[in-house]
């Protein structure tokens, strides 16, 4: 069965620190994978996707197909990088998206 | 453009009453979602519909109803709610099928206690 998990539930890091959100996923197929995030009073919004290989507000994310791993980096965070982080499975008939349980971010001035 | 839009925002319950969540795009989107966000365990899918005339059950369907009642509008029914049923409803609507740019669009979510 597909699945998401990110270890932290909250995650704390003073302004100018590096940061990495974690996210590991189980799937017997190709996976397509995202991540979402959730600002304080806004909608829920797409933040990166790994077909993509950008980098948005200079966060980047690797797909490693071997440790089944998805993590979410950014150098030097920001405090308006403050925010819960979700990472999400896409399955191969493309319709069904899985969450995982969520990583708050607090970035501490 | 609007995106996604649900009603109503806030609802307060009563154990076994009923009450439909209603959710409308305006993306021209084949796929639609409820999810419900709930602490510690992030967003769960309770139903989908992947193109207008379809639905099929997400991972937690249990005490939900839904219909696909055109293109735009995806309501969520609970037909006698329970506790366990408060929490944060998100309706979203996506692109079907198509890997490349397959993203998924949020509502602002409905906050529903059942007391």
């Known amino acids: 069965a597909q699945r998401v998990t990110q270890p932290e539930k909250l995650l704390s890091v003073f302004k100018g620190a590096p940061v990495e959100l974690k996210c590991n996923y189980s799937y017997s197929g190709s996976p397509e994978l995202f991540w979402y995030v959730q600002y304080s009073r806004q909608r829920l919004q797409l933040l990166l996707r790994h077909i993509s290989r950008e980098s948005i507000k200079g966060f980047t994310a690797d797909l490693n197909k071997g440790e089944t791993s998805f993590h979410l980096k950014k150098p030097f965070a920001q405090e308006e990088d403050s925010a819960m982080y979700y990472c999400?499975?896409?399955?191969?008939?493309?319709?069904?998206?899985?969450f995982g349980a969520g990583t708050r971010l607090f970035v501490k001035a | 453009n609007a995106g996604v839009t649900q009603t109503p925002k806030f609802q307060v319950l009563k154990t076994g009453q009923s009450m439909t969540l209603q959710c409308a795009q305006d993306m021209n989107h084949n796929s639609m979602y409820w999810y419900r966000q709930d602490p510690g365990m992030g967003l769960r899918l309770i139903y989908y519909s992947a193109s207008e005339g379809t639905t099929d059950k997400g991972e937690v369907p249990n005490g939900y109803n839904v219909s696909r009642l055109n293109k735009r509008e995806f309501s969520l029914r609970l037909e006698s709610a329970a506790p366990s049923q408060t929490s944060v409803y998100f309706c979203?609507?996506?692109?079907?099928?198509?890997?490349?740019?397959?993203?998924?669009?949020f509502g602002e979510g409905s906050w529903l206690t059942v007391v």
């Open positions: 979203a609507s996506s692109e079907r099928g198509e890997r490349i740019g397959n993203t998924i669009y």
């Open positions: 999400a499975l896409r399955d191969t008939g493309g319709f069904k998206t899985i």
